[in-house]
């Protein structure tokens, strides 16, 4: 069905205190120099897998990213089939090498110079819907006679006695995850699903600073006999606090390719995609700062023809109001600029525009006011798989 619209962007503004959602490799906040002040930002890649993580529980549907997907099979195989582990082993490396996806064997643990047979590596991760495990088991169970006769695999020059073809079949298999999400895998012809959404590094609209957080661990028995001084251990970690920037886009047209599914498949994926885009956040040092802030609002704009960030509006980092904090004018800027943009490029090619959040008043530049993140979603969704006019096919 010919759609109204091409592109739905969501823009988020949200507040989160003493964090560190997204650390680097010396564990240090990850920051960003943008209209030359020092921003905090947490990449597209972490917030992505979060949003992930929610939106797999919002559709009932899993998907899997390993480079160990044989050593999974086995699992199944010994657990839920109840294989002798040592073919169910073997079945599982046979399934890691049948397809052209190059592989090695894991090193022993106890000595890094021994492989350990059947421990088989891809040496690119597959991303899987996470019902083919089972699908691969089940082929092992087809060719279960076969296998008990084979050889182990020991060496990346092993072959696999099952089926090539299949098994590549099966890792060409998809769902909503990875049609929505898409799939990088360039080693299997045909494999690859250019995703349907786009996702930015989320950034601070002002400027930040990192904080470095001294800790001590009390030892408990040293504290009840008191016969020391001292810490047990003592460290520091990096946090920072802000209020961020967040933008997507999903791309209709390429969800509609990718599923070749109805418009209620599409408006499924969708919403699911937009919910969890709004509430998600990323877990990292949660135990230890409970950042589970809600955004302060979210916009979703429903467009014909590209899709558009309002980034930019920060470039100027936004100055804390009179009363303190950067909430509300970081809303009121979003506002601004959005009203300006539209100004600039016309509203020609605008579907819809709305927004909810913690404003009570409106907020000019960003649509129509709804009274919760659902009803903005459904509102948007309703503009959105509206078919279009004949002959004016999105």
């Known amino acids: 069905m010919p759609m109204a619209a091409r592109f739905i962007d969501i823009h988020v503004i949200q507040s989160v205190p003493f964090a560190n959602l997204n650390r680097d490799d010396t564990n240090s906040v990850k920051t960003v120099q943008y209209g030359n002040v020092l921003r905090t930002r947490v990449s597209s890649q972490s917030w992505k897998r979060a949003v992930r993580g929610m939106f797999e529980d919002r559709i009932g549907q899993r998907a899997l990213r390993t480079r160990r997907i044989g050593e999974r099979v086995t699992r199944f195989l010994a657990e839920e089939r109840e294989w002798p582990l040592d073919l169910a082993a073997r079945a599982g490396a046979h399934a890691a090498a049948a397809s052209s996806i190059k592989f090695e064997l894991a090193k022993d643990p106890a000595d890094a110079k021994q492989i350990v047979p059947n421990r088989v590596l891809t040496n690119a991760m597959v991303y899987v819907p996470q019902s083919a495990v089972a699908e691969l088991a089940d082929l092992a169970e087809e060719h279960r006679d076969t296998l008990e006769g084979a050889k182990d695999i020991k060496k990346p020059a092993d072959k696999s006695i099952l089926p090539a073809d299949r098994v590549e079949a099966i890792l060409r298999s998809r769902n909503g995850v990875i049609n929505v999400f898409g799939r990088m895998l360039a080693e299997i012809d045909n494999a690859g699903v250019d995703g349907a959404v786009q996702v930015a590094h989320a950034l601070t609209t002002h400027e930040t600073d990192v904080e470095l957080d001294y800790f001590s661990a009390v030892d408990d028995i040293t504290a009840a006999w008191g016969d020391q001084t001292g810490s047990g251990h003592m460290g520091h970690t990096e946090f920072s606090s802000g209020t961020f920037y967040r933008y997507a886009t999903i791309d209709l047209r390429d969800l509609a390719a990718n599923t070749g599914g109805t418009t209620a498949e599409l408006r499924e994926l969708t919403a699911a995609f937009l919910s969890a885009f709004i509430l998600s956040l990323p877990q990292a040092k949660k135990n230890s700062t409970a950042p589970h802030t809600i955004p302060d609002l979210a916009h979703i704009s429903v467009r014909a023809d590209r ?43 605008i579907v819809s525009s709305g927004w909810a959040g913690v404003d009570a008043k409106g907020l000019d530049g960003l649509g129509t006011q709804h009274t919760s993140f659902a009803a903005l979603i459904d509102a948007a969704l309703s503009d959105a798989l509206t078919a279009a006019p004949s002959g004016d096919a999105a």
């Open 307 to 349: 899709p558009l960030s309002y980034a930019a509006a920060f470039e100027s980092p936004v100055t804390a109001s009179g009363m303190g904090g950067f909430a509300d004018a970081s809303r009121s800027t979003l506002s601004d600029y959005a009203g300006t943009a539209n100004r600039l490029l016309g509203t020609s090619n």
